[in-house]
């Protein structure tokens, strides 16, 4: 079994910088998923955000979860769920407007600490992005300008927490689902395992590292890199002990933002030179995904390019 690719972005900066490039192009072709050591968020910060999410839950979501889990059986089970996770989140947004001011039950601090950390995040995803543009033969900020929308990105944390489950094999923490968005900067646990990606028709973890950040594509970049980069089904299974932080930060193209293949990389494709990938307003596709999240991606695809004739592009991306 291959590794698993774990790149150390302070590499960029020296004589190994063209090597470290080649993981990152190698990864995201072959894996759509990589790990993330020396990304530049201090250890401390991340040890902060751990310490005070873990603490959130305890005080105020752990009932909460064990009630929802008693009125619905779900301990009794003996067949497999399909119809829900065995998780308990909560979503902060960042960008184009922030809600953590009013979501409700968080300590003023941890209001402050998330929004730093989020900074951080939006920091270290545009820096991909452009790392992506590299790679992938756009200029620099292509990436950026294609997620816009008149709005800027949308920017948004998902924090959830696996607690243990008596039927793992019964219930999924996470059932496995592509990421619609952009780029997805993963923040999880390094003592309780439970992530996995599909790969070559084989389930494979993702390995827990302390202070790493996992990075996976989402939907609309193998849009935009008319599939040269593909988004992967990924899932979470629940442990029987230990509960399972994760804190997911989708760096996702504005509500209006509209989402087509970079024609260069369209030009590219020397047997075909048509677009591959339709044409769409990022908007229109998430209605949809709303309600086929835990399906397969290929029939969004086609009909969002079934709907494609209405889309008008936007000058600004085409750029």
Same mark, same amino acid.
């Given at each position: 079994?291959?590794?698993?690719?774990?790149?150390?972005?302070?590499?960029?900066?020296?004589?190994e910088?063209a090597?470290?490039?080649?993981?990152?192009?190698?990864? =995201?072709e072959?894996?759509?998923?990589? /790990? $993330? *050591?020396?990304?530049?968020?201090?250890?401390? @910060?991340?040890?902060? %955000?751990?310490?005070?999410?873990?603490g959130h839950?305890?005080? =105020?979501?752990?009932?909460?979860f064990? /009630? $929802? *889990?008693a009125?619905?059986?779900?301990?009794a @089970?003996?067949?497999? %769920?399909?119809d829900?996770?065995?998780?308990s989140?909560?979503?902060?947004?960042?960008?184009?407007?922030s809600?953590?001011?009013?979501?409700?039950?968080?300590?003023?601090?941890?209001?402050? %600490?998330?929004?730093?950390?989020?900074?951080?995040?939006?920091?270290?995803?545009?820096?991909?992005?452009?790392?992506?543009?590299?790679?992938?033969?756009?200029?620099?900020?292509?990436?950026?300008?294609?997620?816009?929308?008149?709005?800027?990105?949308?920017?948004?944390t998902?924090?959830?927490?696996?607690?243990?489950?008596?039927?793992?094999?019964?219930?999924?923490?996470?059932r496995?689902?592509?990421?619609?968005?952009?780029?997805?900067?993963?923040?999880q646990?390094?003592?309780?395992?439970?992530?996995?990606?599909?790969?070559?028709?084989n389930?494979?973890?993702?390995?827990?590292m302390?202070?790493?950040?996992?990075?996976?594509?989402?939907?609309q970049?193998?849009?935009?890199?008319n599939?040269?980069?593909?988004?992967?089904?990924?899932?979470?299974?629940?442990?029987?002990?230990?509960?399972?932080?994760?804190?997911?930060?989708?760096y996702?193209?504005?509500?209006d933002?509209?989402?087509?293949?970079?024609?260069?990389?369209?030009?590219?494709?020397?047997?075909?030179?048509?677009?591959v990938?339709?044409?769409?307003?990022?908007?229109?596709?998430?209605?949809?995904?709303?309600?086929?999240?835990?399906?397969?991606k290929?029939?969004?695809f086609?009909?969002?390019k079934?709907?494609?004739?209405?889309?008008?592009?936007d000058?600004?991306?085409?750029?």
């Amino acid at each position: 079994m291959e590794n698993f690719p774990i790149i150390n972005l302070e590499k960029l900066n020296g004589s190994e910088r063209a090597n470290t490039m080649e993981i990152i192009k190698e990864a =995201c072709e072959n894996w759509g998923f990589f /790990e $993330l *050591v020396n990304h530049g968020i201090p250890h401390e @910060v991340m040890d902060t %955000v751990e310490k005070m999410t873990k603490g959130h839950y305890k005080k =105020c979501m752990e009932q909460r979860f064990k /009630e $929802l *889990v008693a009125s619905k059986g779900l301990e009794a @089970v003996q067949a497999e %769920v399909t119809d829900l996770d065995w998780e308990s989140t909560f979503f902060l947004r960042h960008l184009p407007v922030s809600n953590i001011s009013q979501v409700p039950d968080l300590d003023d601090e941890y209001r402050e %600490v998330m929004r730093d950390f989020a900074k951080r995040l939006e920091k270290l995803a545009e820096e991909l992005l452009d790392l992506l543009c590299e790679n992938l033969g756009l200029e620099k900020g292509y990436l950026k300008k294609a997620f816009n929308g008149s709005k800027g990105p949308n920017f948004g944390t998902k924090v959830s927490n696996y607690p243990p489950c008596p039927k793992p094999d019964l219930i999924k923490g996470l059932r496995a689902h592509t990421d619609a968005g952009g780029i997805i900067l993963l923040f999880q646990d390094d003592k309780v395992s439970g992530l996995q990606l599909l790969k070559d028709g084989n389930w494979i973890d993702v390995p827990p590292m302390r202070h790493s950040i996992v990075v996976n594509l989402g939907d609309q970049l193998e849009v935009i890199t008319n599939g040269k980069y593909k988004s992967v089904m990924h899932r979470v299974i629940a442990q029987t002990d230990g509960t399972r932080m994760s804190l997911a930060s989708f760096y996702n193209p504005g509500s209006d933002a509209v989402i087509y293949p970079a024609p260069t990389l369209v030009e590219k494709k020397a047997e075909e030179s048509k677009q591959v990938y339709p044409k769409f307003v990022f908007d229109d596709y998430m209605k949809l995904y709303a309600g086929l999240k835990f399906q397969a991606k290929e029939p969004r695809f086609k009909a969002m390019k079934a709907m494609e004739a209405d889309v008008k592009v936007d000058p600004i991306a085409s750029a």
